[in-house]
């Protein structure tokens, strides 16, 4: 995942906001310059036609893109061009865009649907895990459904890489569990009882159909 990517992953980005921020309309988009004299750099953020933003970072004396500060582990210089890369993406982020929380489209689809079916709303508890939320049933106040974000290893060991997913945790009845973690997408609950929990990957993997019959049960069984 890019240093873009990760600052942005649940932002919507608001091109109006962007203009007013400074940006300007170029043939490709709308593009922002903003010069870090100290280092001698020039930073370029460019937001695209197909709705991405992304940046590079310019020696202007050498006239030639400078991309050590992307490298995993930087020090010294390269740090603190990291350092001032990303406080300018999160500078944009805080005056041009709205946070929907959720990385993935389906999640967003069934935050929407979990609104309409069971007059809840998301409720997130942890500042140090702003992508969590859960839904409670109005009635007794019990948690039904729980949504987070973490790495997809975290669930599948044959997971082929880092990538961090939406899941979703439902309760279920010991006869469901067993049937339900054949289905591909569907797995022990994360970081809740398993004899009574499981996790649904939220990468549309699951249709949305099965997914909501799953919060009906949950929401039921609560």
Same mark, same amino acid.
């Given at each position: 995942?890019?240093?873009?990517?990760?600052?942005?992953?649940?932002?919507?980005?608001?091109?109006?906001? *962007?203009?007013?921020?400074?940006?300007?309309?170029?043939?490709?988009?709308?593009?922002?310059?903003?010069?870090?004299?100290?280092?001698?750099?020039?930073?370029?953020?460019?937001?695209?036609?197909?709705?991405?933003?992304?940046?590079?970072?310019?020696?202007?004396?050498?006239?030639?893109?400078?991309?050590?500060?992307?490298?995993?582990? +930087?020090?010294?210089?390269?740090?603190?061009?990291?350092?001032?890369?990303?406080?300018?993406?999160?500078?944009?982020? +805080?005056?041009?865009?709205?946070?929907?929380?959720?990385?993935?489209?389906?999640?967003?689809?069934?935050? %929407?649907?979990?609104?309409?079916?069971?007059?809840?709303?998301?409720?997130? *508890?942890?500042?140090?895990?702003?992508?969590?939320?859960?839904?409670?049933?109005?009635?007794?106040?019990?948690?039904? %459904?729980?949504?987070?974000?973490?790495?997809?290893?975290?669930?599948?060991?044959?997971?082929?890489?880092?990538?961090?997913?939406?899941? *979703?945790?439902?309760?279920?009845?010991?006869?469901?569990?067993? %049937?339900?973690?054949?289905?591909?997408?569907?797995?022990?609950?994360?970081?809740?009882?398993?004899?009574?929990?499981?996790?649904?990957?939220?990468?549309?993997?699951l249709p949305d159909d099965v997914i909501l019959s799953m919060l009906t049960d949950s929401f039921r069984q609560v």
């Amino acid at each position: 995942m890019t240093i873009e990517e990760e600052v942005f992953a649940t932002y919507q980005i608001d091109p109006q906001k *962007l203009q007013a921020y400074g940006f300007v309309p170029q043939e490709n988009g709308l593009t922002l310059t903003r010069s870090l004299p100290a280092l001698g750099l020039q930073v370029i953020v460019t937001y695209n036609s197909s709705g991405t933003l992304t940046g590079k970072v310019m020696d202007t004396l050498a006239d030639e893109e400078y991309v050590a500060f992307r490298m995993a582990e +930087t020090a010294g210089f390269r740090a603190e061009v990291r350092q001032q890369f990303i406080a300018l993406l999160e500078d944009i982020r +805080t005056h041009c865009c709205v946070d929907q929380h959720f990385h993935h489209e389906q999640t967003r689809r069934l935050n %929407a649907c979990i609104k309409t079916a069971f007059g809840t709303e998301p409720e997130f *508890l942890w500042e140090k895990l702003p992508s969590y939320a859960v839904y409670r049933k109005t009635t007794n106040q019990k948690w039904f %459904a729980l949504i987070g974000r973490l790495p997809k290893k975290k669930l599948d060991d044959h997971a082929s890489s880092d990538e961090e997913v939406d899941i *979703l945790n439902v309760k279920v009845s010991p006869a469901q569990q067993e %049937a339900a973690l054949t289905h591909t997408g569907i797995y022990p609950a994360y970081h809740m009882n398993k004899k009574h929990w499981v996790s649904l990957v939220l990468d549309d993997t699951l249709p949305d159909d099965v997914i909501l019959s799953m919060l009906t049960d949950s929401f039921r069984q609560v």
